[in-house]
């Protein structure tokens, strides 16, 4: 199964360029019909984690993917899943 990896430790305090990272990669998922996205925000204080949560649970984006996972062994990792 192919995925896309988003590492977000180089951007971490740049809110503007998360944003757009994180659109990309769903756009570039789902033009490419990849079934996995691995977005790693890295450990930290979580507060990045926390907001990427919220962007993927904004109504607009929530509908292009199937569900989302946090890696139960990797606080810095989560997973997107979608159906195509």
Do not use: C, T, W
């Not at 990272?21 to 204080?45: Q, T, Y």
């Not at 292009?64 to 890696?71: F, G, N, V």
């Amino acid at each position: 199964m192919s995925k896309l990896k988003l590492d977000l430790h180089d951007i971490y305090n740049k809110s503007g360029l998360i944003d757009k990272a994180l659109n990309d990669v769903i756009s570039d998922a789902i033009d490419k019909k990849i079934k996995l996205v691995e977005i790693i925000p890295g450990k930290g204080s979580g507060q990045l984690k926390k907001k990427i949560i919220r962007f993927l649970q904004q109504a607009h984006i929530k509908n292009k993917y199937h569900r989302i996972d946090k890696d139960s062994k990797n606080f810095g990792r989560i997973f997107v899943h979608f159906k195509h």
